[in-house]
């Protein structure tokens, strides 16, 4: 099973960049998308059912903002839209398809880059999305999420991590709450389990020459709970072409849908 997850700056800008192209000559089962920046009705029938795949979608109630999405090789038993806080729904950050026992979610965290009032609904996000953490791992199922957390967890996370730690991303209470899904809850950094390797980014600014001179940051996870991730066998960060400032991240898991 092998899953991909790219948040797109814009599903119609990725799409004009080559990343349907791209993605209908990959293996992926499934496929997490975040930041649509669209509404369905933008969306072209290629997009909302590219090739093989069935698109599953949570967009955003405001135009061009935010919105996840799935696509599955195989029609899940269950798809799962937000979780129940208005507030955040609203945003469309949160999407789950069940197949089985496996949950594979798309998430997108709130940045705080842009302002304390975005820093606030950030905090109050991962408030909010704490519990949401521990009732999955309480649930007994196999979950995987994917997608744009919007936080360096540790200092190999990012490049210029001593002039970043007041910066939204790298903030010591955001790479705390990282910890704590980690080592409190339970979740498994699948890519870090397989590769500790430094200088393995998946965001850029578009500032400066962030982008050639791989001055970036490791914001795109997937994490999985344990016996899942233990089954994780390969892991990939795409940079041949760029579809987005962000690149897909690609995990390759011993373990049939």
């Known amino acids: 099973m092998q899953i991909i997850t790219l948040n797109l700056n ?13 993605l209908s000559v990959q293996s992926a089962e499934i496929v997490c998308v975040q930041e649509l920046k669209a509404q369905l009705s933008d969306l072209s029938g290629d997009m909302l059912s590219p090739g093989s795949y069935h698109g599953y979608f949570h967009c955003a109630t405001q135009k061009g903002y935010s919105g996840v999405g799935i696509y599955c090789r195989n029609q899940p038993d269950k798809v799962i839209e937000g979780i ?14 069940d197949f089985g026992h496996l949950s594979i979610i798309s998430l997108y965290l709130p940045s705080g880059s842009s302002g304390e009032h975005r820093q606030a609904a950030k905090f109050f996000f991962m408030e909010k999305f ?45 790479r705390a709450w990282l910890s704590h899904v980690f080592d409190d809850i339970g979740f498994v950094d699948v890519f870090r389990r397989l590769n500790p390797e430094p200088d393995q980014y998946t965001w850029w600014s578009n500032r400066g020459q962030a982008w050639a001179k791989n001055v970036g940051w490791r914001i795109d996870y997937q994490i999985a709970t344990p016996a899942i991730a233990q089954k994780a066998c390969s892991a990939s960060i795409y940079k041949t072409e760029r579809f987005s400032d962000h690149a897909p991240l690609t995990i390759d898991y011993d373990h049939r849908l």
């Open 10 to 22: 814009g599903v119609r800008a990725a799409a004009k960049k080559g990343f349907f192209e791209w």
């Open 84 to 97: 129940g806080i208005t507030e955040i729904d609203a945003e469309g950050r949160f999407i789950q398809v």
């Open 130 to 174: 704490f519990p949401v953490l521990q009732t999955l791992m309480a649930s007994g199922r196999e979950i995987i999420l994917c997608g744009d957390w919007n936080i360096a967890h540790k200092e190999i996370d990012l490049k210029n991590w001593r002039g970043n730690q007041k910066h939204s991303g790298f903030l010591p209470e955001e």
